[in-house]
């Protein structure tokens, strides 16, 4: 998961002396977090840029009283999961009202009153990344996801993504472990995506990643046709080189008419040769089909098929 370290470091270094859109940015982090709620706000995250960034935004909105929690995540890595906890209810109370939530709410929805403006939007989404989003290394695959704990916000983060207006964004959604995926698999749509929340270094390496992947492959695809082609001139050639062996053993190939015999003498020496060019390498030269059919005349001495 380097590659979506890298992209969460970069969306982290954003500056903004903005309120307002500092506090889309902790919305959006809090809201596909953990816990949100009126007595339990609980973020986690593996990514040490993410955890520095909350609580930033936290000390600098609403100063609550913050514990920090650092484990490792396996003992076969050396990833931690960081956990930032809201300790004081009165905080976490205060905090989820403050975005216009309280506990009479049957289900958590996003409140598009925090995300009014476009620049807030991209904040939002900002922190929903952060919060609950991963991308794959784009030199194996295109992929970049948001894993949200609720259908409903699911479909709320679905529909301000396909608002966006700077892009043409299509979402798709499936679920998994019993989390709702909310997901892109092209290229430009993820680079539009991370453009748009403040990550347009790591859009550009997936743009320059596809470049590489596409010359790379053009590259293969002419190899592979001319190995397939050389492989073809090879077997062709054999055949070409057992039939005159067995004139030679034979009849001899004095016994042959000039053109034949002048044909099947340059065959012996290149056996490496196409046709076009046993063609153009004659006295006097012809075409491909013109060599071809000189070598079904020889073909025709052995009673053998080509």
Do not use: W
């Amino acid at each position: 998961m380097y590659f979506s370290s890298e992209v969460k470091k970069e969306l982290c270094s954003v500056e903004s002396y903005d309120r307002e859109a500092l506090k889309a940015e902790l919305y959006g982090m809090l809201i596909f977090g953990k816990h949100f709620s009126d007595n339990k706000i609980i973020f986690t995250t593996e990514n040490i840029y993410t955890s520095k960034r909350i609580i930033l935004l936290l000390q600098n909105l609403y100063m609550p009283i913050i514990e920090r929690q650092t484990a490792l995540r396996t003992r076969a890595s050396n990833n931690c999961l960081h956990k930032i906890i809201v300790v004081d209810e009165n905080d976490c109370k205060r905090i989820f009202e403050d975005f216009g939530h309280s506990n009479k709410q049957i289900t958590l929805r996003v409140n598009r009153a925090n995300i009014s403006s476009e620049e807030l939007v991209s904040s939002f989404l900002r922190g929903a990344f952060l919060g609950c989003g991963s991308v794959s290394d784009p030199m194996k695959s295109y992929h970049a996801e948001f894993c949200v704990p609720y259908k409903n916000l699911s479909i709320d983060l679905c529909k301000i993504l396909s608002e966006i207006t700077e892009c043409a964004l299509a979402p798709k959604t499936v679920v998994r472990s019993g989390n709702y995926i909310v997901y892109f698999k092209e290229s430009e749509q993820i680079c539009d995506l991370f453009t748009y929340i403040g990550a347009p270094i790591k859009a550009m390496e997936i743009m320059g990643t596809k470049a590489v992947k596409q010359v790379r492959n053009n590259v293969n695809r002419r190899i592979n046709g001319e190995i397939a082609n050389i492989e073809k001139v090879a077997a062709a050639s054999a055949k070409q080189l057992e039939v005159i062996n067995h004139i030679k053993e034979t009849i001899g190939l004095e016994s042959l008419p000039d053109d034949l015999k002048e044909i099947a003498y340059l065959r012996l020496e290149n056996p490496e040769m196409s046709l076009r060019d046993l063609g153009q390498n004659l006295s006097n030269p012809i075409s491909r089909s013109g060599a071809n059919h000189r070598i079904k005349r020889l073909f025709e001495y052995t009673g053998r098929e080509e």
